[in-house]
């Protein structure tokens, strides 16, 4: 009697800490909606991880008040579903046609629909601990889709090289609250709740060592990228210092030294004009008989003379 006692105290006392570690979870996309609503833009967020999530709140909602004596479940629960409607009613403010038009579909079938069809399916249609089971068993697969649901940008993430729209902070603490739930579930003897926090934290895991292995790897390719730039400028200004003709580069110079080069050519002809004063003029007989003998003098010799 004493062992069972030590157990439920256990049980409680890692269901506070997952619930304190969940409200955390909930919280951490915080700064990403902060972000979403200070550029008005959802960028390249996706809106399937909160609309998953919520769908897992609410059939676990559900699943602890048909089972009874989950008051720990209920309470982080009812907290998930409110805080996941709010993101959710974010993005689709400010999401582009398109994703917000996908996004309300995916809402209304599966967050209402499906859930409306599960809630009267197992109302109607199991009683007693086979509708908990039941019920148990659909919060697994979901549940597991939860801590899954951040992995559809891990392509994008292999592919960019780049962590930007993949969080830490949500993996850190979704891997943190897999633990206290798993023994949670195992002190309350409840495998319905220990057995896809096992997947949580492995998933968990993962993601967050994809974060390790990529989170440099933006910051090397920008400095990779400057290195040339820099060359090529280096070079243009070399040339400047010797050259009397410049030739049009891709890299466009600073505006002083572009013109100081284009100012070059000019003093340089200026000079010369001024050293041979004579060597331009014709006699004006010359140019008389020049203009009666060959009427296709060009314009540059005309403003020349």
Same mark, same amino acid.
């Given at each position: 009697?004493?062992?069972?006692? @030590? ?6 006392? !890692?269901? =506070? ?15 990403? /909606?902060? *972000? =979403? ?8 967020? %996706? ?7 919520? /769908? ?5 909602? $559900? ?20 805080? +996941? ?8 403010? $400010?999401?582009?046609?398109?994703? *917000? ?11 209402? &629909? ?21 019920? &148990? ?9 939860? !801590? ?10 292999? *592919? ?27 002190? %309350? ?9 096992? #997947?949580? !934290?492995?998933? &968990? ?14 910051? #090397?390719?920008?400095? +990779?990228?400057?290195?040339? +730039?820099?060359?090529?400028?280096? =070079? ?17 110079? @600073?505006?002083? @030294? ?22 331009? +003029? ?7 008989? %020049? ?13 020349? #003379?």
């Amino acid at each position: 009697m004493a062992i069972m006692f @030590d157990h439920h105290q256990w049980g409680v006392a !890692f269901g =506070i800490l997952g619930n304190i570690i969940s409200f955390l979870v909930y919280l951490a996309p915080v700064p990403t /909606f902060y *972000r =979403i609503y200070r550029k008005k833009s959802t960028e390249s967020f %996706q809106s399937l991880p909160y609309l998953v999530a919520l /769908f897992s709140a609410m059939m676990w909602f $559900y699943y602890a008040l048909v089972k009874q004596n989950a008051f720990l479940l209920v309470t982080i629960n009812c907290f998930g579903c409110v805080i +996941e409607t709010i993101y959710i009613i974010l993005f689709i403010t $400010y999401a582009p046609k398109g994703s *917000r038009n996908s996004t309300v579909k995916l809402f209304v079938s599966m967050n209402v &629909g499906v859930f409306s069809l599960i809630l009267l399916l197992t109302h109607f249609l199991a009683t007693g601990s086979t509708r908990i089971l039941i019920l &148990g068993w659909i919060c697994v697969a979901f549940s597991v889709s939860v !801590f899954a649901a951040p992995l559809s940008i891990v392509a994008q993430v292999i *592919r960019t090289k780049s962590v930007e729209f993949m969080p830490f902070n949500l993996s850190f603490f979704l891997t943190l609250s897999a633990i206290m739930w798993f023994t949670y579930g195992l002190f %309350q003897k409840d495998i319905c709740v220990a057995l896809p926090n096992i #997947v949580g !934290f492995l998933l &968990g895991l993962t993601q967050m060592l994809l974060y390790v292995i990529y989170k440099n790897a933006n910051k #090397v390719i920008i400095e +990779e990228k400057k290195l040339p +730039e820099a060359q090529l400028k280096s =070079i243009v200004v070399l040339s400047n210092l010797g050259a009397s003709e410049v030739y049009p580069v891709d890299i466009h110079p @600073d505006d002083a @030294d572009a013109n100081d080069v284009n100012q070059g050519p000019k003093e340089n002809h200026q000079e010369t004009d001024q050293r041979n004063p004579k060597s331009l +003029e014709v006699p004006s007989g010359l140019q008389l008989q %020049q203009h009666n003998d060959n009427n296709n003098t060009d314009d540059g010799c005309a403003v020349a #003379v």
